[in-house]
C-alpha cells in the first residue's frame, strides 16, 4: 500500500507528466491560419464499432492537428437517402457506393476506410444452411430495399437456391437489429462483431450462417466519398481529413488500449464486446490502414451489383470513373507514408 508522501509524489509526478506532455503537444501543434470546417458522415446511429474512425480521431486531437474542424453527422444507413442526399449536396462526406454512383451521383470514393466486411450473417435457432431461410422474417434495417441488410439477406438466398420473394423482409431501425433477432422477431441479419458477440451471449443457440468477408472476399465495405464539386472546392482541407483518420485506423491497431474508452462511450456497447470486436476487426484487416482503395475490389463489387440488377447491365463502372485515388495517395503521404501494421496494409 502506498504511504501518504508517497502517494503525494506519485499524484505530483503525474500532473508534471502531463503538463509536459501537454506543452510538447502544443509546442508540436501546427499553427493554423484557420479551422477549416467539414461534415464527416457516420452511416449508424449510435456507430458500430467499425464506423467510429471520425471519433477516434476527434478524441485524440488528430483533426485538430490537421486544422480540421470536423461535425460528425449521424444517418441511419449508409446507403440512406439522407446520407445520399448531403453527399449529392456537398454538405457532407459520407460512405459512397458503387451503386449511388453508377445510378448518376456525382460524387468519387476518396479513401476505403472498411474495405472488407466486417458483419456474420446470423440467425434464428435451427436454421444452419442457406434455403432453410425460405419462408423466414429477414432483416431490411437501414432503408428497406436496396439496404445493405436487403442486400446481405438476398445473397443468403440466392446461395440457397431462393428468390428474394421466398422470405419476408422486415424493415427497421438500426438499432432494433440485435434485439430483433433475440426476441424472435426477424430469423436473419447481418451484425457488426459487437453485436455477434453480444446476441451468442444472450442467445447461445443462435447460429452463423456465414461470416460476410468470407462469403464475398473482394466486396466493398464502406468508403469515404464526396461530390465532384465538393472535392473541386476542399480538396486540401478533404486531404488533410482522411489524414486523421488515417492516423486514426493506425492507432486501433497499434495502440487499441488508447482507442478503447472512446469506443465504448461512442457505440454504449459493453466493453467486453468493443474489445471483441476491435480485435476481430483488427485481425480480419478490416480498418484500412493506407487508401483502402483497390482496382480488384472495385472491379468484384460493381460486377457483383450488375448481376444483381443494382446497376443497370452495359453501364459498368471503371475504378477510375469510381475513385478519385489521388486524394487518398495525398493523405497517407501526409500520415507518414504506406505502412504494413500487424501484417495488415489495405
Same mark, same amino acid.
Given at each position: 500500500?502506498? @504511504?501518504?508522501?508517497?502517494?503525494? /509524489?506519485?499524484?505530483?509526478?503525474?500532473?508534471?507528466?502531463?503538463?509536459?506532455?501537454?506543452?510538447?503537444? &502544443?509546442?508540436? &501543434?501546427?499553427?493554423?491560419?484557420?479551422?477549416?470546417?467539414?461534415?464527416?458522415?457516420?452511416?449508424?446511429?449510435?456507430?458500430?464499432?467499425?464506423? %467510429?474512425?471520425?471519433?477516434?480521431?476527434?478524441? /485524440?486531437?488528430?483533426?485538430?492537428?490537421?486544422?480540421?474542424?470536423?461535425?460528425?453527422?449521424?444517418?441511419?444507413? #449508409?446507403?440512406?437517402?439522407?446520407?445520399?442526399?448531403?453527399?449529392?449536396?456537398?454538405?457532407?462526406?459520407?460512405?459512397?457506393?458503387?451503386? &449511388?454512383?453508377?445510378?448518376?451521383?456525382?460524387?468519387?470514393?476518396?479513401?476505403?476506410?472498411?474495405?472488407? *466486411?466486417?458483419?456474420?450473417?446470423?440467425?434464428?435457432?435451427?436454421?444452419?444452411?442457406?434455403?432453410? *431461410?425460405?419462408?423466414?422474417?429477414?432483416?431490411?434495417?437501414?432503408?428497406?430495399?436496396?439496404?445493405?441488410?436487403?442486400?446481405?439477406?438476398?445473397?443468403?438466398?440466392?446461395?440457397?437456391?431462393?428468390?428474394?420473394?421466398?422470405?419476408?423482409?422486415?424493415?427497421? #431501425?438500426?438499432?432494433?437489429? /440485435?434485439?430483433?433477432?433475440?426476441?424472435?422477431?426477424?430469423?436473419?441479419?447481418?451484425?457488426?462483431?459487437?453485436?455477434?458477440?453480444?446476441?451468442?451471449?444472450?442467445?447461445?443457440?443462435?447460429?452463423?450462417?456465414?461470416? /460476410?468477408?468470407?462469403?464475398?472476399?473482394?466486396?466493398?465495405?464502406?468508403?469515404?466519398?464526396?461530390?465532384?464539386?465538393?472535392?473541386? !472546392?476542399?480538396?486540401?482541407?478533404?486531404?488533410?481529413?482522411?489524414?486523421?483518420?488515417?492516423?486514426?485506423?493506425? @492507432?486501433?491497431?497499434?495502440?487499441?488500449?488508447?482507442?478503447?474508452?472512446?469506443?465504448?462511450?461512442? @457505440?454504449?456497447?459493453? $466493453?467486453?464486446?468493443?474489445?471483441?470486436?476491435?480485435?476481430?476487426?483488427?485481425?480480419?484487416?478490416?480498418?484500412?490502414?493506407? %487508401?483502402?482503395?483497390?482496382?480488384? $475490389?472495385?472491379? &468484384?463489387?460493381?460486377?457483383?451489383?450488375?448481376?444483381?440488377?443494382?446497376?443497370?447491365?452495359?453501364?459498368?463502372? @471503371?475504378?477510375?470513373?469510381?475513385?478519385?485515388?489521388?486524394?487518398?495517395?495525398?493523405?497517407?503521404? !501526409?500520415?507518414?507514408?504506406?505502412?504494413?501494421?500487424?501484417?495488415?496494409?489495405?
Amino acid at each position: 500500500m502506498l @504511504t501518504p508522501s508517497r502517494a503525494i /509524489l506519485g499524484s505530483a509526478l503525474v500532473t508534471v507528466w502531463a503538463l509536459g506532455a501537454s506543452q510538447a503537444a &502544443a509546442q508540436t &501543434a501546427p499553427a493554423c491560419k484557420e479551422m477549416r470546417k467539414i461534415n464527416v458522415g457516420v452511416s449508424v446511429a449510435p456507430p458500430n464499432v467499425v464506423h %467510429t474512425t471520425p471519433y477516434v480521431a476527434r478524441e /485524440l486531437g488528430l483533426f485538430k492537428k490537421y486544422c480540421v474542424d470536423a461535425n460528425i453527422m449521424q444517418f441511419e444507413g #449508409g446507403s440512406s437517402a439522407t446520407s445520399m442526399a448531403a453527399v449529392a449536396q456537398g454538405t457532407a462526406i459520407a460512405n459512397v457506393t458503387d451503386v &449511388a454512383i453508377g445510378r448518376g451521383i456525382k460524387a468519387k470514393q476518396v479513401w476505403g476506410f472498411a474495405p472488407r *466486411l466486417p458483419q456474420s450473417y446470423v440467425v434464428a435457432p435451427g436454421i444452419t444452411k442457406p434455403e432453410e *431461410l425460405k419462408g423466414k422474417r429477414l432483416s431490411a434495417s437501414g432503408g428497406g430495399v436496396g439496404s445493405f441488410n436487403w442486400r446481405m439477406g438476398r445473397f443468403f438466398l440466392v446461395k440457397g437456391g431462393l428468390k428474394v420473394e421466398d422470405a419476408n423482409f422486415i424493415s427497421q #431501425g438500426l438499432a432494433g437489429r /440485435l434485439p430483433g433477432l433475440v426476441t424472435n422477431q426477424i430469423d436473419g441479419v447481418a451484425l457488426h462483431p459487437e453485436d455477434v458477440y453480444l446476441a451468442k451471449k444472450q442467445r447461445p443457440d443462435v447460429n452463423i450462417l456465414g461470416v /460476410l468477408a468470407n462469403e464475398m472476399p473482394d466486396i466493398m465495405f464502406n468508403a469515404y466519398g464526396a461530390s465532384e464539386a465538393f472535392i473541386a !472546392k476542399n480538396r486540401d482541407t478533404l486531404i488533410d481529413t482522411i489524414a486523421a483518420m488515417i492516423e486514426a485506423n493506425r @492507432t486501433m491497431y497499434e495502440a487499441p488500449e488508447k482507442v478503447l474508452p472512446i469506443i465504448v462511450k461512442e @457505440t454504449g456497447k459493453d $466493453r467486453e464486446a468493443v474489445e471483441f470486436a476491435m480485435g476481430d476487426l483488427t485481425k480480419n484487416c478490416v480498418w484500412s490502414i493506407n %487508401t483502402g482503395l483497390d482496382p480488384k $475490389r472495385s472491379a &468484384a463489387t460493381i460486377e457483383e451489383s450488375v448481376r444483381n440488377g443494382d446497376i443497370e447491365a452495359g453501364k459498368n463502372l @471503371t475504378h477510375e470513373q469510381l475513385v478519385d485515388l489521388s486524394i487518398a495517395d495525398a493523405a497517407v503521404k !501526409k500520415a507518414g507514408g504506406v505502412k504494413t501494421i500487424k501484417g495488415c496494409s489495405n
